[in-house]
């Protein structure tokens, strides 16, 4: 609202804020993670709370970083979106027997579910990115254009934003060939498949064939493959029997 | 003891007007010698007006005719449109004039500087004593709350500021861009001087006379370069202001394109401020090619004006806040505020029982 009324001004209370939720955030996990005697990532509603605590660890550690302070007015409304999803939505379901500790299972589901978070970050300057690129196009600039980034630092943020995530999510992936048991194949396929895309786009990045604008779109698309993927993955019969 | 002020400004009076009022450096003197208790003048291209306060009615033929002291004729042979604002008015009035919300471009900041200034000469020449110091003091207050709490200053509202706004939003820091001016015209020039300022270090200057890009690189700095060299140069630089007196376009997507082909990942800001322009518009469709003609330029200005226009509300309500808080501390006295040393000591009162 603030935005669209063209009085939006970052200051620190928005930073603290979302500092303030994230305390919160970890407070909750850590408690579920208590009772569960594991890494709270049994069911589609932890999965949400996991990542949107993901989203704001991977913010707060990038927006003042690359004084991205606006980013805050763009990630939080998809952590509200993230957990208000997984508040409302009849999803906190118990499973049926309780799951024994698997570190590299756990290992696997988590720093998978960060790299998302992070793919979340880059997807969220992308939008920047494409919000402040079309204004300087059409020559149309609103109040929210004072208030972004330049858009070399924008696209400086992206791509490293972009490696991180690409980095985290190899990670995750490798670990879940040392879960002890063989993961779905389609599940496995899809992975893969969100791996390459994250690939392709940073090679099109690094050998200049890609421009900012297509990496800033490319980002949208690959988050929201990842996303896809991972309500696939917590979402069918799969999720009982694995984080 | 009643705040007053009277003046002239832009709103009111041309500026053939508002010179022969402009005033001189002993003129608060003499405004004392008019029965002001204090005063203080301020000048600005856009207005004189003198602040004052006093126990008894100054009559604003008086303080005309002190401003106009050193011309030969009545002030009122040239019929000047004085206004005048007494009390809460009064203060309502700096408030808007030192936030910048009575000036010809509507958040400029200079004023506050100005205002700043003419509060310190009149301090130093005791013209100014606990009232008016209270008054200043508070509009200044008022003018850094407005400031930062609405988006009043926000934009570049002239050309030549709103290309290196422009250029600031897409390259962020200045220091590493490489400029090149085509045509070193008197527009281009400043344009460049403005870039420039901002940290731009490398310039580069082509003019089909080379002389005249010499000339330029002798006066802001940079390099000339050879009027034939200037396509190599587009394969290197971020951001080219041209304004040649070229009739057909120089730049068109043919002949960039090929240039572009191996910086797709770096922005090239091309201000061409040339008419008949130097660059086909349809340049502007290219990847990663911004391109603002002079009448972008002037729509961007324009567009930042009218947002501006559109915060007149908000400093309006944080100016109304302030007045009446104003007045009533006053009101009360001078009792919460300990007026400076060196200011003469003037007789409490109510301004708002006696005044206003």
């Known amino acids: 609202m603030a935005l669209r009324a063209g009085i939006f001004r970052p200051s620190q209370f928005n930073f603290l804020a979302i500092g303030l939720g994230f305390i919160f955030q970890t407070a909750f996990l850590s408690i579920r993670g208590h009772t569960l005697g594991r890494c709270p990532l049994t069911n589609l509603f932890e999965v949400f709370i996991f990542l949107a605590w993901s989203v704001a660890l991977i913010y707060m550690l990038v927006g003042p970083a690359y004084r991205l302070s606006l980013m805050g007015a763009f990630s939080a409304p998809l952590v509200v979106l993230l957990q208000g999803f997984a508040l409302i939505v009849p999803i906190d379901v118990r499973h049926p027997v309780r799951l024994h500790a698997n570190p590299w299972l756990e290992f696997h589901a988590s720093i998978s579910l960060v790299a998302y978070g992070t793919f979340a970050l880059a997807c969220i300057a992308g939008v920047m990115y494409l919000v402040q690129e079309r204004q300087l196009k059409t020559h149309q600039l609103r109040s929210i254009f004072y208030h972004l980034p330049p858009l070399t630092d924008l696209f400086a943020a992206i791509t490293r934003l972009l490696w991180w995530g690409f980095l985290l999510y190899t990670v995750g992936l490798v670990s879940g060939f040392f879960v002890g048991h063989p993961l779905p194949y389609v599940q496995v396929i899809c992975a893969l498949g969100v791996w390459l895309l994250y690939g392709a786009i940073l090679q099109g990045r690094h050998l200049r064939r890609l421009a900012p604008k297509h990496v800033a779109v490319l980002c949208i698309i690959g988050f929201s493959a990842a996303l896809t993927l991972l309500w696939g993955i917590t979402f069918t019969a799969q999720m009982p029997s694995t984080p | ?356």
């Open chain 2, 1 to 356: 003891m009643n705040l007053f002020c009277v003046g002239l400004s832009h709103h009111t009076a041309n500026v053939e007007t508002r010179e022969r009022f402009a005033g001189h450096a002993e003129t608060d003197c003499i405004l004392r010698k008019a029965g002001c208790a204090e005063a203080l003048l301020l000048t600005t291209c856009n207005r004189v007006e003198v602040y004052g306060a006093s126990d008894k009615h100054v009559s604003t033929d008086d303080i005309a005719r002190c401003l106009a002291s050193k011309l030969e004729h009545d002030p009122h042979d040239y019929a000047p449109p004085f206004y005048r604002y007494e009390g809460a008015k009064c203060v309502q009035h700096l408030f808007r004039v030192a936030s910048g919300l009575d000036s010809m471009v509507v958040g400029e900041t200079e004023v506050l500087g100005q205002t700043k200034k003419a509060y310190e000469t009149a301090r130093a020449s005791g013209g100014a004593g606990p009232y008016l110091h209270r008054l200043f003091q508070r509009a200044f207050r008022v003018a850094k709350q407005v400031r930062s709490h609405t988006e009043i200053t926000r934009g570049s509202v002239s050309v030549g500021s709103v290309a290196v706004d422009l250029a600031q939003r897409i390259f962020g820091q200045l220091g590493n861009c490489k400029v090149l001016v085509l045509g070193a015209g008197e527009t281009s020039e400043r344009t460049a001087r403005a870039l420039v300022s901002r940290g731009v270090n490398d310039l580069r200057v082509s003019n089909r006379t080379l002389d005249r890009a010499h000339e330029l690189t002798r006066l802001i700095g940079g390099r000339a370069i050879s009027f034939d060299d200037w396509p190599e140069q587009c394969r290197e630089i971020d951001i080219l202001i041209t304004s040649t007196s070229s009739e057909a376009p120089l730049l068109t997507p043919a002949s960039l394109g090929p240039m572009l082909r191996n910086r797709i990942d770096r922005p090239l800001f091309i201000i061409d401020i040339a008419v008949p322009r130097d660059v086909d518009p349809d340049v502007n469709e290219m990847e990663g090619v911004y391109l603002y003609d002079i009448d972008s330029l002037q729509s961007v200005a324009e567009q930042s004006l009218a947002l501006r226009r559109q915060q007149v509300a908000a400093a309006e309500a944080i100016i109304a806040e302030h007045m009446t808080d104003f007045v009533d501390s006053i009101s009360r006295g001078l009792n919460r505020d300990t007026p400076p040393a060196e200011h003469p000591v003037v007789e409490e009162g109510s301004l708002r029982a006696s005044e206003l």
